[in-house]
């Protein structure tokens, strides 16, 4: 399994001996990104844009479906703490408490299987290869 960070242009997976990381410049990225859109102008995507957004109206903005008013986020309120290890009360996961019943138990179910995964300490972080 690889794990890409677009942001950082880094691309990390797992190798024979230990972790493999690609690295991207962001310069070429740039400049990558600069060359497709003279590209584009050059074969005419800003005047066929321009003609579908006048055949299709799509000049006016779409009604926002959103509620007028969305209550702010409140972590005492939204989320609760639940023990993830068998027999250490200090070793917990926060989860939404907007969850339904059989997704909240299943969500609870694999964190009580798969509890060791979890890294509990910067100590524990550290022991990982790769950081």
Request: proline share 8%; charged share 20%.
């Amino acid at each position: 399994m690889a794990v890409s960070h677009y942001a950082y242009l880094k691309l990390k997976m797992p190798g024979p001996s230990g972790v493999i990381t690609v690295s991207g410049n962001f310069t070429r990225s740039d400049l990558c990104d600069k060359e497709f859109h003279t590209i584009s102008e050059s074969f005419s995507m800003h005047e066929e844009f321009e003609q579908q957004k006048a055949s299709t109206g799509l000049e006016q903005t779409p009604i926002s479906k959103k509620p007028a008013h969305q209550p702010k986020f409140n972590k005492k309120v939204d989320t609760k703490e639940v023990q993830v290890h068998p027999t250490d009360s200090s070793k917990t996961a926060v989860i939404s408490t907007s969850l339904p019943p059989a997704q909240e138990n299943a969500l609870v179910e694999f964190l009580h299987e798969r509890w060791e995964i979890f890294p509990w300490c910067q100590q524990t972080c550290q022991e990982f290869p790769g950081n």
